[in-house]
Nanobody, 125 residues
Framework: QVQLVESGGGLVQAGGSLRLSCAAS????????MGWFRQAPGKERDLVTATSWSGVTTYYADSVKGRFTISRDNAKKTVYLQMNSLKPEDTAVYYC??????????????????WGQGTQVTVSS
């Protein structure tokens, strides 16, 4: 069992930065890929970025490449999302998710076993 708690969301002006954190409990965190998804009102939940269990392999959606950075600290059981140069279209609820150890890197929501409650990110223009 893995429990995930996100923090760090908020309101920021376009061009600003935010750092999201996702603190995990449970003994299997370090063996799982981790991902950040986001869901805007009326839209589907989409994968933003993901990292393998070691942090060596990462994935970024085209819309955030060069602006967002995912990282993880397995000793602290925490995964981070550094978001720079934020745009109004980044406004969404951001969810942290823990993937199945069977996958090196999860690309679909169905490949993730556990989810956080979400944190709101609002970027004003």
């Amino acid at each position: 069992q893995v429990q995930l708690v996100e923090s760090g969301g908020g309101l920021v002006q376009a061009g600003g930065s935010l750092r999201l954190s996702c603190a995990a409990s449970g003994r299997t965190f370090s063996s799982r890929p981790m991902g950040w998804f986001r869901q805007a009102p009326g839209k589907e939940r989409d994968l933003v970025t993901a990292t393998s269990w070691s942090g060596v392999t990462t994935y970024y959606a085209d819309s955030v490449k060069g602006r967002f950075t995912i990282s993880r600290d397995n000793a602290k059981k925490t995964v981070y999302l550094q978001m720079n140069s934020l745009k109004p279209e980044d406004t969404a609820v951001y969810y942290c998710a823990a993937g199945s150890p069977s996958y090196g890197l999860g690309y679909k929501s169905t490949e993730y076993d556990y989810w956080g409650q979400g944190t709101q990110v609002t970027v004003s223009s």
